[in-house]
């Protein structure tokens, strides 16, 4: 195998590509003056706005952020394109046409935003875990992969370049649902710190070897529960995803081992994906051979993660945030209800549809 | 005379003793997240609360910032002296136990704050007008006062030690009144720039001169109109506020023309003022006698300066001012009803007294 002329443009920072939208309060509102409203659309659901006024270069701009169930839109008005200065409902409207309310109240509690931050922001995590399951040649079962115990030197060579060998007990970082009291896990991981994000593999030789089970359960409970993995071969051996049976993994990123004509390490990368998986960068070249390198650890690095927040897109987790983000909007559109409502001296109780308060 | 073994500590940075409540809104919540309130209050009249979440050192407060029509009251309270979290009629009274309304409305509008900077900063000048009065010794009359024409070498050099001479005609600085068009005003002045304020002198000698014309009305006009001005003597003569018939004069500095034994020029300084103009620094040393220098031009500015602003205190000025916070705090009070209540897409009205409002 020819090492691929890779471009070297590529090994410029590869980008994560995290949902931009998730950070933009904490970006433009967080701290700085603006007023936040919240409502209950009949269609729509719960409501929460956030309205900021900014001047750049002259030019008077409304930012606006508008949260519903099924997302957040964001956008930057000039003042000067509204025939009149909007009032909120008017600039909700322009962030979602569907808007079909009476009115936004205002949200008074001084700690609201604290409360909007988190709520944003639960889309994001800091914390990762993938699988790395070592599939043999020639095995085609995902009882014959759960069930390898022996690791090639190519394969301790790749687990000691994809991250630090930890030992599990009494380990102080992310561990993801690794036991670090007892035991039950195993006694070692592979661990790392990338961009400031806590990355823990779930290396299937490493997880507990159960004699007779053959479904291997201590090693498949924590890679089934997995969203992404790195499928490592020590050769060329054909893998189909649907060999390990799991309602979370949707993506798999296939490393196989190679060398170069100088016995250099290479490692071939494929990438398979569930089809409701959009694409996620950094795109492979081609051919998609690279050298053991810091560029091409970054590349994988970024890869599983940018994998894992496509597969949040992917229907089932799509559903599932949806599920979540629901809950989390109604359970904010009551707090801020209810404080800005004390903040008012009012009684705890419903907004009523019509009113004249606000002053 | 000896020159005043001057404590050297005042020659340190002599402080402007501008209202600091004035700029609390600008320095602690203009442009960061906060929150504003109106409301009328039936003895205290109309209303404007700021409040604002700070955490100091894992420390959770409201910094909080209570308009009246007589003034201004600011705290910094920390949550946990409260048995629970303040509403915002219990913020008030936090500030005022005279606050005595049903309820605060909340400020919703995005331009809110540079309509409430405005308000508070209204007491803010950066440009000052300050009479230079030259007496000559014996002189005891107003008449005889501002009827001096010829500037002694004493009195060129003190002019000249204070500021720049500028030509009046399309002078582009604050001009204090003079006419800078047609050359009413005389050709000349002395004008400075001083801590990023703006000094426009009134010298008598360098105003028109009107022959026949006992009261020098053309000068007095300036420099009556002027609240501090300086009253400059070639050598000890006796000065009697009095002398000069002027509503708005409230305080005097009266430099001497004195010489060390080697000749240096000197000046003694004498201060003063009306009953109700409060102190003002920096203090006079013992004896007030100073060196031609740079400590002592700025010594002087700010005593001029802070003369201005201790005057604004006295009773003719704190009525006057009164009466414009009071009409400034109803058009605020008013535009914010309005904007809010358009905000929330409400009819143009008074707020019901007893409302369900806020949702």
Redesign the interface.
């Known amino acids: 195998p020819t090492l691929s002329d890779v471009p070297f443009s590529w090994s410029g920072k590869v980008k994560l590509e995290s949902d931009p939208t998730a950070k933009l309060y904490r970006k433009h509102?967080?701290?700085?003056?603006?007023?936040n409203?919240?409502?209950s659309d009949m269609s729509l659901g719960y409501l929460v706005l956030s309205?900021?006024?900014e001047q750049i270069e002259k030019q008077e701009n409304?930012r606006l952020l508008l949260r519903t169930r099924t997302g957040t839109k964001h956008d930057l008005i000039p003042i000067s394109c509204l025939n009149e200065?909007p009032?909120?409902?008017?600039m909700a409207k322009l962030l979602c046409e569907d808007v079909n309310v009476?009115?936004?109240?205002?949200v008074?509690y001084?700690?609201a935003?604290q409360l909007i931050v988190a709520f944003d922001e639960h889309v994001i995590s800091n914390n990762f875990k993938f699988g790395v399951i070592y599939q043999k040649p020639g095995q085609t079962t995902e009882e014959e992969v759960f069930s390898n115990t022996v690791e090639s030197q190519g394969f301790l060579e790749f687990l000691d370049f994809l991250g630090d060998k930890i030992q599990l007990q009494d380990f102080r970082g992310f561990r993801g649902g690794l036991d670090v009291t007892r035991g039950q896990t195993g006694t070692e991981s592979v661990y790392t710190n990338f961009r400031g994000k806590e990355i823990m593999f779930h290396v299937s030789t490493k997880l507990p070897f159960t004699e007779g089970d053959s479904q291997q359960l201590q090693r498949k409970r924590h890679i089934g529960n997995d969203i992404v993995a790195i499928i490592f071969q020590d050769e060329s051996t054909p893998f189909v995803p649907d060999m390990i049976a799991s309602n979370f993994l949707h993506a798999y990123v296939v490393v196989q081992l190679t060398h170069s004509t100088t016995g250099d390490t290479l490692y071939k990368v494929s990438v398979t994906a569930r089809d409701d998986v959009p694409f996620f960068g950094p795109p492979l070249p081609n051919p998609a051979i690279f050298k053991k390198s810091a560029e091409f650890r970054e590349f994988l690095l970024v890869k599983l993660i940018n994998a894992e927040y496509s597969c949040y897109r992917a229907e089932k987790f799509a559903k599932l945030e949806e599920r979540t983000r629901s809950a989390l909007l109604e359970s904010l559109f009551e707090e801020l209800?209810l404080?800005?409502?004390?903040?008012?001296?009012?009684?705890v109780?419903e907004?009523?549809k019509i009113?004249?308060?606000?002053?």
Chains 1, 2 share one sequence.
């Open positions: 509102f967080l701290g700085k003056e603006h007023q409203f919240y409502s309205v900021k006024y409304l200065f009032n909120a409902v008017q009476e009115r936004f109240f205002p008074l001084p700690k935003s209800q404080r800005s409502r004390s903040m008012m001296g009012l009684p109780g907004d009523d009113e004249n308060g606000s002053g």
